[in-house]
């Protein structure tokens, strides 16, 4: 049986309109003043909402920044309308410094744009997501990498020496 790919299958037509998601991401950039990892640092270190929209299981598997708020993608707009019953205390106004970090820079320039899309004029992302972040060196927690300090030696090996 021969597996089918993308590779091996004609594009569909794009309805009349549409925008594929590489016009739509260029787009929503177009609109941003994005921050490169230093910069969003001393954005958050001045004031600014540092806001981690990646999954629960993403955020422990790679880490977080501390202090940052967790809302995850699925509710970021609700949470920050100043409009809506379900916002947080921080949504208190459409001038608030909203700064998106995801994994690498990329679902945070739509939600971002999203957010400027309600009103919060200064809602903008970080360049490269928290991936960027950690290699330029900045706050971060977790995970913590695995260390033994004990021998390598198989168990079996290294109890049958203690014999």
């Known amino acids: 049986m021969m597996l089918t790919t993308a590779e091996h299958c004609p594009a569909p037509v794009p309805p009349p309109g549409s925008q594929g998601i590489d016009e739509i991401l260029a787009a929503a950039r177009a609109r941003l003043d994005r921050l490169d990892p230093e910069r969003a640092h001393l954005a958050y270190r001045t004031g600014a909402l540092l806001v981690d929209i990646r999954p629960?299981?993403?955020?422990?598997?790679?880490?977080?920044?501390?202090?940052?708020?967790?809302?995850?993608r699925n509710v970021l707009e609700w949470r920050f309308d100043p409009r809506c019953p379900a916002r947080l205390p921080e949504a208190v106004d459409y001038d608030v410094p909203v700064v998106?970090?995801?994994?690498?820079?990329?679902?945070?320039?739509?939600?971002?744009?999203?957010?400027?899309?309600?009103?919060?004029?200064?809602?903008?992302?970080?360049?490269?997501?928290?991936?960027?972040?950690?290699?330029a060196g900045l706050p971060a927690l977790g995970p913590t990498p695995?260390?033994?300090a004990f021998s390598l030696a198989s168990p079996v090996t290294a109890g049958s020496a203690r014999h």
Do not use: K, M, N
Request: aromatic share 6%; hydrophobic share 50%.
């Open 100 to 135: 998106i970090l995801c994994q690498e820079g990329y679902t945070s320039s739509l939600a971002a744009a999203a957010l400027q899309d309600i009103g919060l004029r200064r809602a903008t992302d970080v360049i490269g997501g928290f991936a960027a972040w950690r290699i």
């Open 146 to 148: 695995l260390h033994r």
């Open 56 to 72: 629960a299981a993403q955020r422990a598997a790679h880490g977080v920044v501390p202090g940052s708020l967790a809302v995850e």
